[in-house]
């Protein structure tokens, strides 16, 4: 019997918004850098949940039945890891985080360009190349 362990409170993103998404973090260097460290930290919580660990925790289990409790471990890394992806991908679309992160990028360039300006204006209205 299988149970559906999706938060009540949450919306599924649909292939369409998950696919478009992902595009759009795939053209936003600020979006993917985002997505690795993500990805990362996930797979640094899950690392936790090692069958040495699991065994640790469960010594009769892991004695009688391990086969099974490495069964349960996988399934629940699994949930675990796309639980966690569906929350992130649901959190970047209904938070607009890559449209914000692309306007966080136009504020910077702006600002560079205002300093670039008031440099060139104080030194007599040329720009010199520093390399």
């Known amino acids: 019997m299988d149970v559906d362990h999706t938060p009540a409170n949450s919306a599924a993103p649909t292939a369409a918004s998950t696919a478009a998404v992902e595009a759009d973090t795939a053209r936003n260097a600020r979006a993917r850098k985002l ?7 996930l797979r640094a ?3 936790k949940l090692s069958q040495k660990n699991l065994e640790a925790s469960f010594p009769r289990l892991a004695k009688s039945i391990p086969e099974q409790l490495e069964a349960v471990r996988e399934q629940t890394v699994e949930f675990i ?7 992130f991908d649901i959190i970047m679309e209904k938070r607009n985080v890559v449209a914000r992160l692309a306007e966080l990028d136009h504020v910077i360039e702006n600002g560079r360009r ?7 204006a104080a030194s007599g209205g040329t720009l010199e190349s520093h390399a």
Do not use: P, Y
């Not at 997505?35 to 930290?41: G, K, P, Q, T, W």
């Not at 890891?81 to 929350?87: G, K, S």
């Open 81 to 87: 890891q796309a639980a966690a992806q569906e929350e």
């Open 35 to 41: 997505r690795v460290a993500f990805e990362l930290a």
């Open 45 to 47: 919580a899950v690392s």
């Open 114 to 120: 205002a300093d670039g300006s008031a440099a060139a």
